[in-house]
């Protein structure tokens, strides 16, 4: 696939998870998209979903082969997609993410960030907390920062 064609279809992509349209984010994938490709500004497609709570299509990236502790180094679209679900309370979405292996303990900016835990209990978000902790979450970690 060229490059023209490659950012053509990343750009459907973005749109698509955007739209939470699982059929046509399968149908890319399919496609040969990279999951793992960011945007023009760094951003990449596993944060989109994580953040907007597309846990469907996070599980659909995940097995396409996108890493599940990748930083996106958007602008505003920086992290882990594990912080992002958490700092929203995107429970089905953190879970998908952990059955994945997502590290409940990475903290985001090359590890000197928050960590998934400090975004959750920042929220708040009592479940997703929760969850975060039976997975391994460091829970004495808290929320200083």
Same mark, same amino acid.
């Given at each position: ?42 951003? &990449?497609?596993?944060? /989109? $979903? #994580?953040?907007? @709570?597309?846990?469907?299509? *996070?599980?659909? %990236? !995940?097995?396409? =082969? +996108? ?12 992290? &882990?997609?594990?912080? /992002? $679900? #958490?700092?929203? @309370?995107?429970?089905?979405? *953190?879970?998908? %993410? !952990?059955?994945? =292996? +997502? ?16 975004? /959750? ?25």
């Amino acid at each position: 696939m060229n490059r023209r064609r490659r950012k053509k279809l990343l750009g459907r992509l973005f749109g698509a998870i955007q739209a939470g349209d699982v059929v046509a984010v399968k149908a890319l994938l399919g496609a040969g998209v990279d999951p793992e490709g960011p945007d023009s500004e760094g951003t &990449t497609p596993l944060y /989109a $979903a #994580a953040v907007n @709570g597309e846990a469907v299509i *996070v599980g659909l %990236l !995940l097995l396409s =082969g +996108a890493s599940p502790d990748v930083e996106s180094r958007g602008v505003g679209a920086e992290g &882990t997609a594990l912080c /992002a $679900a #958490a700092c929203w @309370g995107h429970t089905g979405t *953190v879970r998908e %993410l !952990l059955a994945f =292996g +997502a590290d409940p303990n990475l903290r985001e900016d090359g590890g000197i960030g928050w960590s998934p835990l400090e975004w /959750a209990n920042n929220g708040p978000h009592p479940e997703t907390v929760a969850l975060l902790v039976a997975a391994g979450a460091d829970a004495g970690g808290g929320s200083e920062k």
